[in-house]
């Protein structure tokens, strides 16, 4: 999987070009959002706008960074975040615990 990083000043986007999470990413996620905490990012943007669908490991990785980024006081964002997956965050209740944002830019 290639994780993708574009900094904007305290800004960070991650750009996960895969078409879902599976077990080995969820590590090299995480990790990438433990950097960028250490790098000074006080804003983390998810971009899935290449992902297809989303598995429960997938789902897992997206609470595990959420949480790890309100334990460090940085700020969560979900972007491209397509019909299919905005259902199932949907059905498990997750979209009334991400904000989810139309653009990786705003």
């Given at each position: 999987?290639?994780?993708?990083?574009?900094?904007?000043?305290?800004?960070?986007?991650?750009?996960?070009?895969?078409g879902?999470?599976?077990?080995?990413e969820?590590?090299?996620?995480?990790?990438?959002?433990?950097?960028?905490?250490?790098?000074?990012?006080?804003?983390?943007?998810?971009?899935l706008?290449?992902?297809?669908?989303?598995?429960?490991?997938?789902?897992?990785?997206?609470?595990h960074?959420?949480?790890?980024?309100?334990?460090?006081?940085?700020?969560?964002?979900?972007t491209?975040?397509?019909?299919?997956?905005?259902?199932?965050?949907?059905k498990?209740?997750?979209?009334?615990?991400?904000?989810?944002?139309?653009?990786?830019?705003f």
């Amino acid at each position: 999987m290639d994780i993708q990083t574009e900094q904007h000043q305290d800004k960070s986007i991650i750009k996960l070009d895969t078409g879902t999470i599976q077990g080995p990413e969820a590590s090299q996620i995480q990790n990438t959002v433990l950097d960028l905490i250490q790098n000074g990012s006080k804003i983390i943007v998810v971009d899935l706008s290449k992902m297809d669908y989303i598995t429960s490991w997938g789902i897992g990785t997206l609470i595990h960074a959420f949480t790890t980024c309100t334990n460090r006081n940085v700020n969560y964002y979900l972007t491209g975040v397509n019909e299919k997956i905005l259902n199932i965050l949907r059905k498990v209740k997750l979209d009334k615990i991400f904000t989810i944002k139309k653009s990786v830019y705003f």
